[in-house]
């Protein structure tokens, strides 16, 4: 008895295009990407810092680990809610290089947090080596697109 009702509101919900998006225009595309981008390479460049900080014996206790936390949590939040979006039409490669941009920043993310909270002294120059060339790889990508949007 309960089943007619449901497939109408089921019916309902697709006809009204519920959980769908559209695309946004070009320059909100452009102006988001640059953002997340920017937003993303903030966290890198601190989680930089922070292993710099902690191997020259700056840091008390474990707060080079909270700040490699904060760092990652931040950098995924960026992402994820990026990722969400549709690219803009014709922007799909663009977005999917982006995306793989960002996922390399979160794994370096990861690899600095791990270090970090497991003492693994010996990695930090490297990952600071990492943390530095994916920063370098984001703000190139952002910077083509910044400015779009006004």
Known sequence: MHARPLAAALAVL??????????????AWEKSSAQVLDDVAGSVAS?????????????????????????ESSASGATQGYLHRQPAPGRADDFREIAELLHEAG???????????TGAEDEYAALQSRLLEVGEALDAAAEPLRGAGG
Do not use: N
Request: charged share 20%; with cysteine; glycine share 10%.
């Open 47 to 71: 989680s930089r810092i922070t292993l710099h900080e902690e191997r020259a014996g700056h840091l008390v206790g474990r707060a080079g680990l909270v700040m490699a936390q904060d760092a």
């Open 107 to 117: 794994a370096v993310l990861v690899d600095a947090r791990i270090a970090l909270a």
């Open 14 to 27: 697709v006809l009204a295009g519920c959980g769908t998006s559209t695309p946004p225009d070009e320059q």
